[in-house]
T-cell receptor, first 110, second 111 residues
Framework: DAGITQSPRYKITETGRQVTLMCHQT?????MFWYRQDLGHGLRLIYY???????DKGEVPDGYVVSRSKTENFPLTLESATRSQTSVYFC?????????FGPGTRLTVL | DQQVKQNSPSLSVQEGRISILNCDYT??????FLWYKKYPAEGPTFLIS?????DKNEDGRFTVFLNKSAKHLSLHIVPSQPGDSAVYFC??????????FGAGTTVTVRA
């Protein structure tokens, strides 16, 4: 299917566990992004990537790791999950200008 | 500290009337401004944008106004329709890839 997909859509994990959220886009957009959405904060940029092997920090990068070995994939890893990382995570891609968002992953850290 | 603020968390409007959503930003380096719309359980979708050299941009029922001196952005929806019920996010940044988003305004259009 064309577009941008995220997996899993829902995830429950425990404090201290490593979790990886996947993001895949079929458009070959150069830019990709990870955001988290929390009540009262809107969307906050975690990391973004301008191209394969080029990544940069956003507003709230602590506790997260990203990689981009292929243009179409941009996984987000929580190396040791904490309760404060309970959130809805959105991946997006962009050729520039407009950003296209995935459906989101709801992550709960117990 | 939030650089983009939407001070009204919710707005209720009657069908056919105008919806006005407001947004303020603090960073004078911001040159790129957008509005996104979000339905429950879906990702945000792009609605309309405006560049810093303009003060108004229209797309059908949606118009965005920019007042750079006041660091203020607004979105007008005329006429409002039931399908417009959603959360609206204002976003701004120095470029189109490093955006700061507001907390969102939930719009409810009443029949």
């Amino acid at each position: 299917d064309a577009g941008i997909t995220q997996s899993p859509r829902y995830k429950i994990t425990e404090t201290g566990r490593q979790v990886t959220l996947m993001c895949h886009q079929t458009w070959s957009h150069s830019y990709m992004f990870w955001y988290r959405q929390d009540l009262g904060h809107g969307l906050r940029l975690i990391y973004y990537s301008a191209a394969a092997d080029i990544t940069d920090k956003g507003e709230v990068p602590d506790g997260y790791v990203v990689s981009r070995s292929k243009t179409e994939n941009f996984p987000l890893t929580l190396e040791s999950a904490t309760r404060s990382q309970t959130s809805v995570y959105f991946c997006a891609s962009s050729p520039r200008d407009e950003q296209f968002f995935g459906p989101g992953t709801r992550l709960t850290v117990l | 500290d939030q650089q983009v603020k939407q001070n009204s968390p919710s707005l209720s409007v009657q069908e056919g009337r105008i919806s006005i959503l407001n947004c303020d930003y603090t960073n004078s380096m911001f040159d790129y401004f957008l509005w996104y719309k979000k339905y429950p359980a879906e990702g945000p979708t792009f609605l309309i944008s405006i560049s810093s050299i303009k003060d108004k941009n229209e797309d059908g029922r949606f118009t965005v106004f920019l007042n750079k001196s006041a660091k203020h952005l607004s979105l007008h929806i005329v006429p409002s329709q039931p399908g417009d019920s959603a959360v609206y996010f204002c976003a701004a940044g120095p470029n189109d890839y490093k955006l700061s988003f507001g907390a969102g305004t939930t719009v409810t259009v009443r029949a």
